[in-house]
């Protein structure tokens, strides 16, 4: 982790009228760092995640974004076909859900296939053959590569849409509890090829999830909220073995263990 | 400060406190002040209680102190893991300080050869040299050839034990931490692990452990360290 | 006809359908939404053609209409006898002599020049509403250039059928800028819009919006580098006038399934027999060897 962050994050605030959706939150994000962002429903970690990832425009506060060609920009001072191209080649957004992020009328092929063919991709081969590639590193079977995603598992799912995220090379990706809508079994795979992915690929990624053994797991550094508000960040393993906050403390203690 | 020394300890204070149980206030440690110097083995000594695991955890960055300073020579300068960002003390834990805990903390399906050669890959190593280290390692150890390519989720106490231990090794650290690490092992492989010490303080790593085991103790520790259970509050 | 001004519609919406076109010519292959007027036929049946025709049609014009390349369909018949009636205009059925063309579902066969506008009706003008149901979203698309999903389409295509299937309707790219869709031309037609001299319209009355692509565009159809945009072709001629090279009907003329192929443009076909040419079975429907004088 050397150089320049990835990501700046200022001041962002965003509020729903007048209920705080989240406070004067301030962070970096360098390259090759995963960031947790753990906290119960209502913590406000959704709204700063769509904050980030720039489907929500903030109140207050400003994000930086290291682009490859032009230096830190504040994403939304650019124009919006360029923070549109930025989200579909540069970032990736990992949906809870996966029927989100995925067009579910075409077949897994075309879906790992269409950041591709968005930015200009015309070799009908070549576009098959690199979601060949990428369907074989989110470890699903090469022979559904035509089948229609409705007739996939939820985890094939949530593997497809990660394939489809990384086809674009991002360098920084947003995941929205990642696996919070798969049965454990499923999880603890899901769970383990982004850990790869992560390490092999050198992405950022921030993480937002109420699970505190999928932040231990995935998450370099952690950040706790609470009612809007960061209540305390650090290492992971810092954070939920050494917890100082009272929140923090409570929610370690909280976890249930078999 | 003149320092050779490899590790530097000063004026340690570490106390939890228990916001979910009405703000209770554990002391656990008080001014703590030690220095191990590169070659040289300190065994903290003392009983149940005294601190001597969270001492290794605050040196580890795993503990947060909350008085004194915690210096570890790295890359020719030092870093005070008591205030040192976050991505400074990962840096430091890739190269300069191995921690061997009591617990493996097991990860699904990773296999016990790539939990050991990972440390390796994380400083650079291909992955043929990491996985050739980790291979000398768990022989060493003693772990059968047949278990390499198995997650450890499914090993007993001491095999676990001596994968957490390889992995402490793969890599020459400069600072080795070390939490009982023969509590679960034989007498082969307790001797195993007293050579590796041997071998890692030859190469000038400096080292702070808990022993338990008396005989190993005697055999690797230069220096012995006494802790107390702190006073507790009147 | 009494009481209905020239071309049926008042000055003022023939001017407000100018201007729209107007903008649709400045921007190749852009839809320009258009206060699309109740006319006297439903939605569906070429309304928005007809009210282009009608926006741009003078008294010195002379004007041709077709429905799937016939001049003599019912419904070629009714829009033809509708501006007749209302404009007084002189009509035709040869593509020659037009100066407007208003066509369904096909372009004539013979090229078109540089005095000829061509006036096409549209029933679903937006190429990404199979996609994209959300209007806000489809205009975003075009106003951001952002077509690849439009490669997914073709894309599940060569997957599923190892080629691209769709044979009519079929996307291009105007001007290398809009994704346009061509109206359910076949796919056949095509090439014939791309740097064409005449001045090409499209009118959808129903979606309210009018198109253009102004003379001498670059209209390209999509496809891929290793799978070629490739038009139609049959084994068969066309029965009647021998024609290798025009887009062919098959029709049904006997009670045993007997089939013979023949020119859809009626026009096109009508003048090569008359200059001579023959085919296989020249009286297979019961045609008169010479085309008759309009």
Redesign the interface.
């Known amino acids: 982790m050397t150089g320049q962050p990835l990501l700046r994050v200022a001041g962002v605030t965003r509020r729903y009228g007048t209920r705080i959706g989240c406070r004067d939150v301030t962070f970096d994000l360098w390259p090759g760092e995963v960031l947790g962002i753990v906290g119960e429903s209502g913590s406000g970690k959704t709204t700063l995640l769509k904050c980030l990832s720039a489907q929500l425009e903030p109140d207050a506060g400003r994000i930086v974004y290291a682009t490859r060609d032009d230096g830190p920009q504040d994403i939304f001072a650019l124009s919006e076909p360029r923070r549109r191209l930025l989200a579909r080649t540069d970032w990736g957004i990992v949906h809870q859900h996966p029927v989100e992020g995925l067009r579910m009328k075409v077949s897994a092929g075309a879906n790992v296939g269409e950041r591709l063919m968005a930015v200009g991709a015309r070799h009908y081969g070549q576009i098959r053959t690199s979601a060949l590639d990428w369907l074989g590193r989110v470890e699903i079977p090469r022979d559904r590569i035509d089948d229609m995603p409705r007739t996939f598992s939820g985890g094939m799912l949530q593997r497809l849409q990660i394939a489809r995220n990384l086809v674009s090379q991002p360098r920084l990706v947003f995941m929205d509890e990642p696996t919070g809508s798969l049965d454990v079994s499923v999880q603890a795979r899901l769970l383990d090829l982004l850990r790869g992915l992560v390490a092999d690929l050198g992405l950022s990624v921030v993480v937002v999830t109420h699970d505190l053994a999928v932040a231990r797991l995935l998450a370099h550094r952690l950040m706790v909220m609470r009612a809007g508000s960061v209540v305390e960040e650090g290492l992971t393993d810092q954070v939920l073995d050494d917890p100082q906050h009272p929140y923090t403390q409570l929610l370690v203690a909280s976890i249930l263990h078999p | 400060m003149t320092d050779t020394n490899a590790l530097v300890l000063a004026g340690i204070g570490k106390q939890f406190t228990l916001h979910v149980q009405g703000g209770v206030v554990l002391p656990v440690l008080s001014g703590i002040d030690l220095a191990v110097a590169p070659g040289e083995c300190v065994a903290l000594n003392g009983p149940s209680g005294a601190g001597k695991s969270s001492l290794l955890r605050l040196v580890y960055g795993n503990y947060r102190a909350q008085a004194g300073s915690i210096r570890v020579g790295h890359r020719g300068g030092w870093v005070d893991v008591a205030t040192a960002s976050a991505q400074t003390i990962l840096e430091l834990r890739r190269h300069t300080l191995g921690y061997v805990s009591q617990f493996l903390r097991v990860i699904p399906r990773v296999p016990a050869i790539d939990v050991v050669a990972e440390p390796a890959r994380a400083v650079g190593q291909s992955a043929a040299e990491a996985e050739h280290r980790a291979e000398r390692l768990l022989s060493r150890l003693r772990i059968p050839e047949r278990l390499w390519s198995l997650p450890p989720a499914t090993f007993s106490g001491g095999e676990q034990q001596r994968i957490n231990l390889a992995r402490g090794f793969v890599v020459d650290f400069p600072v080795l931490l070390l939490d009982e690490p023969t509590a679960a092992l034989d007498a082969d492989n307790r001797r195993t692990v007293v050579a590796l010490i041997g071998e890692a303080k030859a190469r000038g790593a400096a080292v702070l452990g808990i022993f338990h085991d008396g005989e190993v103790r005697d055999a690797v520790a230069d220096r012995v360290f006494a802790m107390r259970p702190p006073a507790l509050a009147a | 006809m009494d009481g209905y001004n020239f071309a049926y519609l008042d000055e003022q919406t023939k001017r407000m359908i100018r201007r729209a076109i107007l903008k649709a010519v400045a921007i190749p292959g852009y839809q320009v939404p258009f206060a699309s007027r109740e006319m006297p036929l439903p939605y569906g049946w070429g309304t928005g053609g007809i009210q282009v025709t009608a926006a741009i049609i003078g008294t010195a014009d002379v004007l041709k209409v077709i429905d799937q390349g016939a001049d003599d369909t019912t419904n070629a018949v009714s829009i033809r006898r509708f501006f007749a009636r209302t404009t007084g205009v002189a009509t035709t059925e040869r593509t020659a002599e037009a100066t407007i063309v208003q066509t369904r579902h096909r372009i004539p066969e013979r090229a078109l020049g540089a005095d000829q506008i061509i006036v096409f009706q549209v029933p679903i003008p937006e190429p990404l509403r199979w996609?994209e149901p959300r209007e806000t979203e489809t205009r975003k698309m075009h106003?951001?250039a952002?077509?690849?999903?439009m490669?997914?389409?073709l894309?599940?295509d060569?997957?599923?059928h190892g080629r691209i299937a769709t044979a009519y309707d079929y996307p291009v790219m105007v001007s290398g800028r809009y994704l346009m869709r061509p109206s359910p031309i076949p796919k056949f037609d095509n090439p014939k819009m791309d740097r064409s001299p005449a001045l090409q319209l499209f009118g959808a009355g129903r979606e309210k919006r009018i198109y253009a692509v102004p003379p001498w565009t670059a209209v390209v159809s999509l496809d891929?580098?290793?799978?070629p945009f490739e038009v139609q072709s049959w084994d068969q001629c066309c029965a009647l006038c021998g024609a290798e090279d025009s887009f062919l009907d098959e029709v049904i003329v006997d009670d045993r399934g007997g089939r013979i192929y023949v020119c859809s443009d009626s026009d096109h076909c009508g003048e090569r027999r008359a200059a001579g040419h023959v085919g296989p079975q020249p009286d297979a429907l019961g045609q008169p060897v010479e085309a008759a004088p309009r």
Not at chain 3, 146 to 149: D, I, S
Not at chain 3, 224 to 227: N, S, T, V
Request: hydrophobic share 40%; net charge negative; no cysteine.
């Open positions: 996609l106003a951001l952002e077509y690849g999903a490669h997914v389409k894309y599940e060569v997957a599923r891929f580098e290793d799978h």
